[in-house]
C-alpha cells in the first residue's frame, strides 16, 4: 500500500481514501463514489480496529464479510483495497497512540473510554500508509469526524477531511453495521432515533431554541418506546461538541440509544444562514 501510495503520488495523482471496518452498506459505497468524482485515485480500506472496541463490546461479533466487501469495491472502480492484518497495524511491543483531549472525552468518549484513542491511533496510521489528499467518512458519526478533524489541524497532517451526508432506510433509521444485530420487533423500534431527531426539528421549527426543551421532546419520544434504552440525547456546538444553552450557529443534535443489545448512534446538522433561517440536515 505505502508503494502504491508513493508511486500514485510520484505520478501526480490526486488519492482518496475511504477508511471501513467492512460490513459494507449503502453509506460506505456513497463514499466511494464521492472519492471518485474527486481524486484520481481511491484507495479503500478494511480493518476492524480492536483498540476502539470496550472490553465488552462486540468486536468479537462484528460483521466481517471480506470477500463481498472486495467485490463491492472493484465494481465502484476502487484502485486499491487495503486490508491489513492485525499484527501489521499492531505488531507486538505497539505502544503509541493518539489522544484527542476535550472533544474525545465527551458523549461518545465518556460512553466508550477509549473508543477515540483507538479510532484517533488507526486513522493516523491509515492517513501515513496510504498518504491520501482527501480522506472520506459519513457523518453518521459525528464526533468521531470532529475527532478526526481536530487530530489533522493539530499534527499538520495536510489531509482534507470530507464529510459525506447520513444514508438512511426509508424509515428513516440511518444505515449502519451495526443494523444487522436487530431483530425484526428491535428492527421496527429503531427508528425511534430518527423519530425523536424530527420531534427536535419540530420544536426548532415551531420557534423553540431553548436546548433543554428540545432534548426533553426527544426523551419524551424514547419513553413510548419500551424497546429502546437511551444513552443520551444532546445538543452541542458543531465546532468543539460542547453543550449549548441554545440551538444556533451551527449545532448538532445527538442521539445515541440501546435496542437490546445493539447499540446506535444518529444525529442531525443544524445552520444558521445568513438571514437567520434553520437549515437541518438528517
Do not use: W
Amino acid at each position: 500500500m505505502k508503494e502504491a501510495a508513493r508511486q500514485a503520488r510520484a505520478e501526480n495523482h490526486v488519492i482518496g481514501l475511504v477508511p471501513t471496518m467492512g460490513a459494507l452498506h449503502e453509506g460506505h459505497l456513497s463514499l466511494v463514489r464521492r472519492a471518485k468524482q474527486e481524486c484520481s485515485r481511491v484507495y479503500a480500506s478494511i480493518f476492524v480496529n480492536p483498540k476502539q472496541f470496550g472490553p465488552n463490546e462486540d468486536f468479537a461479533k462484528y460483521p466481517r464479510a471480506f470477500e463481498s466487501d472486495s467485490e463491492r469495491f472493484a465494481e465502484l472502480g476502487a484502485d486499491a483495497l487495503f486490508a491489513p492484518t492485525l499484527e501489521e497495524i499492531y505488531p507486538s511491543g505497539f505502544s503509541t497512540y493518539v489522544n484527542v483531549e476535550g472533544i474525545g472525552d465527551r458523549l461518545e468518549g465518556r460512553s466508550r473510554p477509549g473508543h477515540f484513542r483507538g479510532v484517533a491511533t488507526v486513522v493516523l496510521k491509515l492517513f501515513e500508509i496510504a498518504q491520501p489528499d482527501f480522506a472520506y467518512f459519513g457523518r453518521k458519526d459525528a464526533q468521531q469526524v470532529c475527532v478526526i478533524q481536530q487530530m489533522v489541524r493539530d499534527l499538520n497532517l495536510g489531509v482534507q477531511i470530507v464529510v459525506c451526508p447520513i444514508v438512511r432506510e426509508p424509515d428513516g433509521l440511518a444505515l449502519s453495521s451495526r443494523n444487522a444485530y436487530l431483530n425484526p420487533e428491535e428492527r421496527r423500534a429503531a427508528t425511534v432515533l430518527h423519530r425523536a431527531l424530527e420531534a427536535a426539528r419540530a420544536e426548532l421549527v415551531g420557534g423553540r431554541s431553548d436546548a433543554m426543551q428540545v432534548q426533553n421532546s426527544m426523551r419524551a419520544v424514547f419513553e413510548k418506546e419500551p424497546l429502546a434504552r437511551l444513552d443520551y440525547a444532546e445538543i452541542v456546538s458543531a465546532d468543539n461538541f460542547e453543550p449549548t444553552v441554545r440551538v444556533g450557529g451551527t449545532s448538532y443534535i445527538l442521539i445515541a440509544a440501546h435496542l437490546g443489545k445493539t447499540r446506535l448512534l444518529d444525529n442531525m446538522l443544524v445552520e444558521t444562514n445568513d438571514s437567520g433561517q434553520l437549515l437541518f440536515h438528517v
